[in-house]
């Protein structure tokens, strides 16, 4: 927990040093590139992860004969998103996907 206050305060350091230094449109065009990078590298993880889980499944499927992998990941995703929904969201899902996210 501690890590994420020392983290927390680097961020907020980070961001105040180029807030007063910059006009706003430079602190604009800065905070655009590193909301840029940042996105980017959060796809690139999540493609590794999912990428890992596929090779995982289509292994174990192929090689000890457990094809109920095929099925039971799409169910495991399914109840996850149906707990979010119900437990985090209280049931209220609206138009759009921006709660899910």
């Known amino acids: ?34 909301v840029g990078l940042s996105a980017g590298m959060a796809a690139i993880i999540l493609k590794l992860f999912v990428h890992y889980i596929s090779t995982r499944v289509e292994y174990y499927a192929t090689n000890y004969e457990e094809f109920f992998l095929f099925t039971l990941c799409p169910l495991v995703g399914i109840t996850l998103t149906v707990l979010y929904v119900n437990y985090v969201l209280k049931g209220s899902l609206k138009k759009g996907a921006a709660e899910i996210v």
């Open 1 to 34: 927990m501690r890590i994420f206050h020392r983290l927390h305060a680097f961020i907020i350091r980070f961001v105040n040093y180029f807030y007063e230094r910059l006009t706003a449109r430079q602190f604009f065009i800065l905070s655009s590139v590193l």
